[in-house]
Nanobody
Framework: QVQLVESGGGLVQAGTSLRLSCSAS????????VGWFRQGPGKEREFVAA????????YYGESVKGRSAISRDNAKNTVYLLMNSLKPEDTAVYYC???????????????????????WGQGTQVTVSS
């Protein structure tokens, strides 16, 4: 079992930055690949970013590529998502998710689909005003 709790969301103005946190408890978080997904109003949930178990590999969705950075601190069981130059279209509920066999996948890990993750957090709302 892995329990995930997202934090750091809120109401911000366009052009500013925000850092989301995903804190984990339970089984060895350091073995997990972790992803961020988001679901905007009236939209399907989409991939945002992911980081592999040791932090060596990162992945980004096209909508945030170049203005976001994902990182992790395994000593703190936490993954971070820094988003810069926020836009109103970034408004969404942001979810983090864990793939408990991420380490076993090694370089073949494919983090882009929701079905690859075993545990999900409850989400944190991010609202970007224009």
């Amino acid at each position: 079992q892995v329990q995930l709790v997202e934090s750091g969301g809120g109401l911000v103005q366009a052009g500013t930055s925000l850092r989301l946190s995903c804190s984990a408890s339970g089984r060895a978080f350091s073995d997990c690949g972790v992803g961020w997904f988001r679901q905007g109003p009236g939209k399907e949930r989409e991939f945002v970013a992911a980081i592999n178990w040791d932090g060596e590999n990162t992945y980004y969705g096209e909508s945030v590529k170049g203005r976001s950075a994902i990182s992790r601190d395994n000593a703190k069981n936490t993954v971070y998502l820094l988003m810069n130059s926020l836009k109103p279209e970034d408004t969404a509920v942001y979810y983090c998710a864990a793939d408990v066999v991420g380490r076993a996948h090694g370089d073949t890990w494919f983090p882009y689909t929701q079905s690859g993750y075993n545990y999900w957090g409850q989400g944190t709302q991010v609202t970007v005003s224009s």
